[in-house]
């Protein structure tokens, strides 16, 4: 059974350039969440999709935009970046429609730096 | 005022002693509570969920006030593979939706020493 996927493990990029991190949910499950982890700091939450629909956001700039696929899969876009936006993403995937004891399960991550 | 508050520490302990880490939390309508690990440069991973009554899993216990919006965890006979950031996690949202979005505290570390 596989578990949560990011791609790519670590990525390097300049002021003002825009990524793309992916993310593979586990198998069954069909929400994926995006959190920010600064370094020191607890996760922060981005925002949530299901249904191919953001469903919640966090307070965090119109520069950061996702999507869903069909297949549950997501990316999470980030334009004109800023040297602020170095940290780790993380990305979570559970099971919507559950109790309040659904779990999100986390990927690896995907190590943001900008210089 | 923070979502959810924790002590960064470092709590610096040796093996086997007992461990008490503490949690606060604002927003009196959260619903769901939980304790995820973490290790250095690696993702969160579920410890345990806390429930109102109290729960335990093998050397740790989980114990939530509502009346006070206070979350703690206890760890007994700590061992050197303990040695970790514990996240304080809550979830404000009302739980029909399913939708979860958890509000993390900064983090405990924990450094268990022979």
């Known amino acids: 059974d596989a578990g949560v996927t990011q791609s790519p493990t670590h990525l390097i990029k300049t002021r003002g350039q825009q990524v793309t991190l992916r993310c593979s949910p586990k198998?069954?499950?069909?929400?994926v969440s995006w959190y920010q982890q600064a370094l020191g700091q607890g996760p922060q939450f981005i925002f949530q999709?299901?249904?191919?629909?953001?469903?919640q956001r966090g307070n965090f700039p119109d520069r950061f935009s996702g999507h869903q696929f069909p297949n549950y899969s997501s990316e999470l876009n980030v334009n004109a970046l800023l040297l602020g936006d170095s940290a780790l993403y993380l990305c979570?995937?559970?099971?919507?429609?559950?109790?309040?004891?659904?779990?999100?399960?986390f990927g690896a991550g995907t190590r943001l730096s900008v210089l | 005022r923070k979502e959810v508050e924790q002590d960064p520490g470092p709590f610096n302990v040796p093996e086997g002693a007992t461990v008490a880490f503490n949690c606060t939390y604002s927003n009196s309508a959260s619903q769901s509570f939980f304790w995820y690990r973490q290790d250095c440069r690696k993702e969160p991973k579920l410890l345990m969920s806390?429930?109102?009554s109290g729960n335990e899993d093998g050397r740790f216990t989980a114990q939530l006030n509502r009346a006070s919006q206070y979350i703690s965890l206890l760890i007994r006979d700590s061992k050197l593979s303990d040695s970790a950031t514990y996240l304080c996690v809550v979830n404000p949202r009302g739980t029909d939706t399913g939708f979860q979005k958890l509000v993390f505290g900064t983090g405990t570390r924990l450094l268990v020493s022979p």
């Open positions: 999709y299901y249904e191919e629909e953001e469903r």
């Open positions: 979570a995937s559970s099971l919507a429609g559950l109790t309040a004891k659904n779990i999100q399960y």
């Open positions: 198998s069954g499950h069909d929400t």
């Open positions: 806390v429930y109102s």
